[in-house]
């Protein structure tokens, strides 16, 4: 599928905005790593003037599209993704010995990584090999088995939802927990602060690449997926290791597959699956568990124009 012609979304930008931020029609596929999503209108934020008037359209915030599902009409919304404005990182000053990193939301995760594992600061090399944004990474608490990206954040910037001035809110005012920053749907990060004590930068880098050799071992990077889909139910449940008990690894619906190198992945091996296939294998991985072992699996991907059943409770679903 080709994104079709431009088509001007409702209402529509001003001038003075679209004159200073770039608006293009896109297929969502292109821009998510499942390589699944319809089109969409997609507008690069590069001027904070311009948030008032973009947060009063109907609108979605796009990171790098590694933790999403879109569905494959798109969506209707303007898609906003944050432009070089937001794409910076400043080191310094030390404070009660530990340098200040101040990163905007636009910032690749694995490039603050690599620039902390350098610059000797600790913290963010445990992050190792998760595919973001750094704002997409504040928005899901995303982390790895060892640690949160919000662990080594001192304070946030965000837009909260139904309002447009940007605020700044200390970490130990967010009640964030395990793959959630606690604040409600739709609140946009701009950036955040960290407070990173000095480390042997060799360390470090031994750390970043156990992680992402780790990761390499034993997940599907190869292929086009959204991450793990669902949230380990339990500290000693992982859902893949569930999915993989349940005898589900390798089953296979349309273009879909559950993974058979972990189960908690849906890959999209031949870039032919559509959103509907991925939804089915969801409904048969969480009926299966809820009705062989009671365990109510939660769907950790965003998903945008996706059937609601996929978050309802398993025990109303028909696989
Ligand atoms: N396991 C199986 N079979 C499988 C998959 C896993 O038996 O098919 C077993 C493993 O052998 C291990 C246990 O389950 O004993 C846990 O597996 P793993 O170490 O892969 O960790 P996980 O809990 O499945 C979490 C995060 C990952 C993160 C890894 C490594 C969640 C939902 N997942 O996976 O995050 O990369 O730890 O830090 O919390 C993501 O968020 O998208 C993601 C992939």
């Known amino acids: 599928m080709t994104p079709s012609a431009a088509r001007l ?37 590069e001027d904070r003037r311009d948030l008032p008037e973009l947060l009063e359209q109907p609108h979605r915030w796009l990171g790098k599209g590694a933790n999403l599902l879109v569905g494959d009409d798109g969506v209707p919304e303007l898609v906003v993704k944050l432009g070089a404005a937001f794409d910076t990182c400043t080191m310094g000053p030390v404070t009660d010995g530990k340098t200040v990193v101040r990163v905007g939301a636009a910032f690749d995760l694995a490039k603050l990584i690599s620039l902390t594992v350098k610059a000797g600061l600790a913290g963010p090399e ?40 940007p605020q ?80 589900l690894k390798g089953t296979r619906i349309g273009g879909a ?4 190198i972990h189960g908690n992945f849906i890959i999209n091996p031949g870039r032919s699956a559509f959103a509907g296939d991925v939804a089915a294998l969801v409904r048969v991985i969480r009926t299966t568990a809820w009705k062989e072992r009671g365990v109510e699996l939660k769907i950790e991907v965003e998903t945008w ?12 679903l028909t696989p």
């Open 9 to 45: 979304p409702s209402p529509m930008p001003t001038p003075d905005l679209l004159s200073r931020n770039r608006l293009e029609r896109v297929r969502l596929a292109d821009l998510t790593t499942m390589r699944i999503g319809g089109p969409a209108d997609l507008l690069w934020l």
């Open 126 to 165: 445990g992050l190792a090999g998760v595919p973001a944004t750094v704002g997409g990474a504040l928005r899901m608490n995303a982390g790895t088995s060892t640690t949160w990206i919000l662990n080594h954040v001192t304070r946030v910037e965000v837009v909260m939802p139904g309002t447009t001035t």
């Open 168 to 247: 700044w809110i200390e970490r130990a005012d967010l009640p964030a927990a395990y793959r959630t920053c606690g604040l409600p749907a739709g609140v946009l990060f701009l950036g955040c602060e960290l407070a990173l004590a000095a480390e042997d930068p060799a360390v470090l880098q031994a750390t970043a690449t156990r992680l992402k050799q780790a990761k390499a071992a034993s997940q599907p990077l190869a292929q086009p997926s959204a991450g793990c889909v669902f949230k380990n139910p339990r500290p000693d449940l992982p859902a893949g290791k569930l999915i993989d008990e349940l005898g």
């Open 257 to 260: 597959e559950i993974s058979t």
């Open 305 to 316: 124009a996706c059937p609601s059943d996929l978050h309802a409770h398993p025990k109303d």
